[in-house]
């Protein structure tokens, strides 16, 4: 029973809540085949109206960074303070550029 | 100060005391963020003992929520009226979808769904002592949903900040789901209460009275008998303890009663003036052990419906791998 081979794959699930935002990861699901992972997606993430479209992915494919990684990848931006426009001091007149 | 449960579980085990520098190093990490009120995902590292307390309580919870629509699903097909029906079926439908969150915010923890089931279908793994319980009128639905949903809602909501986000994800997804499952409970048992003849009346306090004792069950033993409560709080799994998760339930329980026009079978139940807040009387611990044990009404065939269900769907779980792997073979070609 606890065989593995036997198992559905498991599938990512993003869903995209209103015409004109992004697609949003909302969870995962098992599924023999992408077509049912769509099936499902729609009634186990949007019962209530919660999406007009949804994406699904398998889970093994998804290629993801180190969290080992987290400080060397993501700290070298945290003082790069001048790619924010609040870094620069204008006049008030001309502020509001 | 997380390492001493560890290292009991180590010891217990049997297996020395062993740790390299490195490891011990990732524990002092991994408590500076658990004490900075940090979120941890599947991928960081974890304690082993971390992994296995999360693993035992939200596989737990999994199975209570699918275990769970087995009473209700009992009144599906004999709802009396169209509307019910329908109420019935999406909230049974719901929480088939919380075990499957919940099923899936376990697997991050690298324990496939149908280890856990097996778990379940062996008797190894646990769900909650609730269920046990029959559904013997229409009534016991409404009161499931106002009473049970009720404390399940007051249980769930401090998981919603639990340090471990796919958990805690999960659970701000349920929770969202949750409130309409009281509140169709509590409008049924309404309607009953105020349109109903005597007999009906008669039911709902019936049911009431059968629920309310294994309700204050539900947020499991007292403080002072809870051993493992205070590593899940210092983990950030628990976050509120289990009485004043009880108290808070029967305040809230004991005004939506006075309104429906029901009774609770405690004659201890009294408005506390001084600590503002309602006495109630002493639970039968032994009710609940025994229940847990395997011996409450409905223990067996819980189980037996459970054990059913996945027998019979093995075929089409079969076919459908089967399938899919076929067309996968005939496109590649
Ligand atoms: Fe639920
Ligand atoms: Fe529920």
Redesign the interface.
Known sequence: ????N???P?WEVFVRSKAGLDHKH?????A??AR?AVQMAR??YT??QEGSSVWVVRSDQII?S??GDKDMYFDPAEDKVYRHPTFYKLPDSVDHM | MYTQAMDTLREEGGQPVLRTAEEAALQQRFDQRIDAGDFI?A??WMPENYRKTLLRQISQHAHSEIVGMLPEGNWITRAPTLKRKAILL?KV??EG?HG??LY?AA?TLGT????M??AL?TGKAKYSSIFNYPTLTWADVGAIGWLVDGAAIMNQVPICRCSYAPYA??MV?ICR?ESFHQRQGYDSLLVMMKNGTEAQKAMVQDAVNRWWWPCLMMFGPPDDQSPNSAQGMRWGIKRVSNDTLRQKFVDAAAQQAAVLGVTFPDPDLRWNEESQHWDYGAIDWSEFWRVVGGDGPCNRERLADRVQAWEEGEWV??A??A??RK??LKEAA
């Open positions: 029973m606890s065989d593995t036997s198992e559905w498991l909302c969870g995962s699901l098992h023999a085949d049912m009634d186990v019962r209530r993801a180190d969290p | 995902e991928k960081d999406a439908q719901d979808g499957l969150y899936a697997e496939s769904r149908d280890q089931l097996d279908h994800r999960a997804r789901e779980r079969e459908a791998l399938h899919a067309s996968e």
